[in-house]
């Protein structure tokens, strides 16, 4: 059985605050925060995973799955299934 696990679920998207200026108006950019994060999965090899994150913040958000250390290549949604 393949043991799956969340280590670092990463979305691309800007962690600093900023200030953007429209006219006369200033507006906050909220900062992107994972409201609801993965859950670890266990699949049977051969058998399909399927995991996914929710977030907030000023859209658009931009996510990135990762196995180990190494960035999962075209998995840039919210879910991916593995």
């Known amino acids: 059985m393949a043991d799956f696990r969340v280590i670092r679920p990463i ?3 800007r962690l600093l605050l900023q200030y953007v200026v429209f ?3 200033m507006l906050q950019a909220a900062v992107p925060v994972i409201t ?7 699949a049977s090899v051969g058998s399909m995973a399927t995991f ?3 977030a907030s913040g ?3 958000l931009s996510y990135a799955w990762f196995k180990g250390a190494m960035q999962i290549e075209g998995a840039t949604a919210p879910t991916h299934t593995r």
């Open 11 to 13: 979305r691309a998207a």
């Open 23 to 25: 006219g006369a108006v």
């Open 36 to 42: 609801v994060p993965p859950s670890p999965q266990r």
């Open 52 to 54: 996914s994150v929710e």
């Open 58 to 60: 000023t859209a658009p």
